[in-house]
């Protein structure tokens, strides 16, 4: 696949430990956030999101927060699987258009 | 992903040659964009589409275009690749924004540029 992945920080954790992957957003005034997950050779798949009259949601698996305060988001998977090995990326919505700014993405690799 | 397809997946090209990636969705959504992914910078917006014939910038527009003549198709044109444009291209879509969600992306297209 191809590699997208050079220079990215990265998160190693145990199959069945829990994984939190952190993201500092950078616009004060965006107001949705999304957190995707991208495997290798393939395009991003949408994970969760939240609104930032919200500081918490759960998915399957997956909760993200959201700390407006200090700018930053955070994406916490329960009972890591190796399945969840690939980068995720965090992003945030501004401007009109419902475009989305991504962050550089980090790397989760998970130990059998 | 389903309802939403780039062509070529694969292309090699020199540089100074025109080249166009083709996305085709299914699924009727009004907008469209177009990104590309490099070592990391994570996805970076070239251009979108809100509506046919409806464009604009995103953050890295120069040596591109794009033409939306109809919902289902929009293409990126580049006039005279360079080899800062080898990448790789995705392609989304989505609804408004009211009702939540994300982008679904296409598979990419990885450009090389020689």
């Known amino acids: 696949g191809e590699s997208v992945g050079l220079h990215l920080p990265t998160l190693s954790v145990q199959e069945g430990d829990n994984s939190i992957i952190n993201c500092a957003y950078s616009?004060?005034?965006?107001?949705?956030f999304i957190w995707y997950k991208q495997e290798s050779g393939k395009g991003p798949q949408f994970i969760i999101d939240?609104?930032?009259?919200?500081d918490k949601r759960q998915g399957q698996r997956v909760t993200v927060l959201l700390n407006k305060t200090v700018k930053h988001l955070s994406l916490q998977i329960a009972a890591t699987q190796p399945g969840d090995s690939a980068v995720y990326f965090c992003?945030?919505?501004?401007?009109?258009?419902?475009?989305?700014?991504f962050g550089a993405g980090t790397i989760l690799r998970v130990k059998s | 992903d389903a309802g939403i397809t780039q062509s070529p997946r694969h292309k090699v090209t020199e540089t100074g040659t025109p080249v166009t990636l083709r996305c085709h969705q299914t699924?009727?959504?009004?907008?469209m964009y177009w990104y590309r992914q490099d070592p990391g910078h994570g996805l970076r917006l070239i251009h979108y589409?809100?509506?046919?014939?409806?464009?604009d910038k995103g953050e890295v527009s120069d040596g591109y275009s794009v033409s939306r003549s109809k919902t289902e198709d929009f293409l990126l044109t580049l006039e005279s690749a360079t080899s800062s444009q080898t990448s790789v291209y995705f392609c989304?879509?989505?609804?408004?924004?009211?009702?939540?969600?994300?982008?679904?992306f296409g598979s990419g297209t990885r450009l090389t540029v020689v």
């Open positions: 589409s809100y509506g046919v014939k409806d464009t």
């Open positions: 989304a879509i989505s609804e408004s924004n009211r009702d939540g969600g994300g982008y679904t």
């Open positions: 939240i609104r930032s009259n919200m």
């Open positions: 699924e009727n959504h009004r907008y």
């Open positions: 992003a945030e919505k501004m401007g009109y258009g419902n475009k989305l700014v």
């Open positions: 616009n004060s005034a965006s107001d949705y």
